[in-house]
Nanobody, 121 residues
Framework: QVQMLESGGGLVHPGGSLRLSCAAS????????MNWYRQAPGKQREFVAR???????DYADSVKGRFTVSMDNAKNTQSLQMNSLKPEDTAVYYC???????????????WGQGTQVTVSS
């Protein structure tokens, strides 16, 4: 079994900052990459950021320069530092991981339950 748990969401004023965390636990052999997605009310889930096991990061254009993703391979965790937040960043943020549970296993995607981020004055 693999569990993904996000934390750190909340209410913040425009221009403020939040830091989201995501922890993967359970039977894990290797994590290839960890990702953040978000889903605003009435919209489809969209990609936010990705980081691979060797530190390569990628971002959606809408968050480049404002969000920073990081990963701790030893702890199987990732974080998303969000600065200069805008009302349009309001959404439920989900993390996932592409990981293998044992040697020889194909990597599969595991999702967390999501954490609410609200940017409002």
């Amino acid at each position: 079994q693999v569990q993904m748990l996000e934390s750190g969401g909340g209410l913040v004023h425009p221009g403020g900052s939040l830091r989201l965390s995501c922890a993967a636990s359970g039977s894990i052999f290797h994590i290839n990459a960890m990702n953040w997605y978000r889903q605003a009310p009435g919209k489809q889930r969209e990609f936010v950021a990705r980081i691979t096991w060797n530190g390569n990061a990628d971002y959606a254009d809408s968050v480049k320069g404002r969000f920073t993703v990081s990963m701790d391979n030893a702890k199987n965790t990732q974080s998303l530092q969000m600065n200069s937040l805008k009302p349009e960043d309001t959404a439920v943020y989900y993390c996932n991981a592409a990981l293998a549970r044992y040697s020889g296993d194909y990597a599969k995607i595991y999702w967390g339950q999501g954490t609410q981020v609200t940017v409002s004055s």
